[in-house]
T-cell receptor, first 112, second 112 residues
Framework: NAGVTQTPKFQVLKTGQSMTLQCAQD?????MYWYRQDPGMGLRLIYY???????DKGEVPNGYNVSRLNKREFSLRLESAAPSQTSVYFC???????????FGSGTRLTVV | GQQLNQSPQSMFIQEGEDVSMNCTSS?????WLWYKQDPGEGPVLLIA???AGELTSNGRLTAQFGITRKDSFLNISASIPSDVGIYFC????????????WGAGTKLIIKP
């Protein structure tokens, strides 16, 4: 019973490098989300996908792109990493809006 | 953007004490969710509230959806060491488009 799986768990990037964070859920959820968590700021929504084939910007989308590859997978891409993107990134999924989000265990990203 | 004010920011308590925390806003919410985050993990849903005035319990935890729909409270009775962590409130605004609004969290620390 995996739930939401995120890879990698840790990553260090140099400024300007690109990378993709992967997320997969096995609960047949319709909606998927990418959040970043910074100390003292709670969770901020980067992008979300209400259903397969749709994506929308959240509160802090600049510097990121997403792909809803299929119902199970939702990836987050940093095209040119910046130190301000150092954070912990969480993927989440839900059957519908605000219905019991299930979170992955996070990716700790450091940009130097 | 919209804000949730979560307080207190942190709490130092003795094992066995009761704990209270709350979230307030100037906006009206349709749903309130309370999550707990353990170190190195993603948040896990504790309680979901869907109606104004609703009072819901989950073991030693009790949460209430404020009658004005602008606030919510979480109480933990007889705290134990495993209650340590960060507690987040999250709300779905009336007429929202899937975007949960998150509080900044309450860090619970139990004094030995």
């Amino acid at each position: 019973n995996a739930g939401v799986t995120q890879t990698p768990k840790f990553q260090v990037l140099k400024t300007g490098q690109s990378m993709t964070l992967q997320c997969a859920q096995d609960m047949n959820h319709n909606s998927m989300y990418w959040y970043r968590q910074d100390p003292g700021m709670g969770l901020r929504l980067i992008y979300y996908s209400a259903s397969e084939g749709t994506t929308d910007k959240g509160e802090v989308p600049n510097g990121y792109n997403v792909s809803r590859l299929n119902k199970r997978e939702f990836s987050l891409r940093l095209e040119s990493a910046a130190p301000s993107q150092t954070s912990v990134y969480f993927c989440a999924s839900s059957r519908g809006p605000a219905i019991s989000y299930t979170f992955g265990s996070g990716t700790r990203l450091t940009v130097v | 953007g919209q804000q949730l004010n979560q307080s207190p920011q942190s709490m130092f308590i003795q094992e066995g004490e009761d704990v209270s925390m709350n979230c307030t806003s100037s906006s009206i919410f349709n749903t309130w969710l309370w999550y707990k985050q353990d170190p190195g993990e993603g948040p896990v849903l504790l309680i979901a509230l869907y109606k104004a005035g609703e009072l819901t319990s989950n073991g030693r935890l009790t949460a209430q959806f404020g009658i004005t729909r602008k606030d919510s409270f979480l109480n933990i009775s007889a705290s134990i060491p495993s209650d340590v962590g960060i507690y987040f409130c999250a709300g779905l605004l009336k007429d929202s488009n899937y975007q949960l609004i998150w509080g900044a969290g309450t860090k619970l620390i139990i004094k030995p």
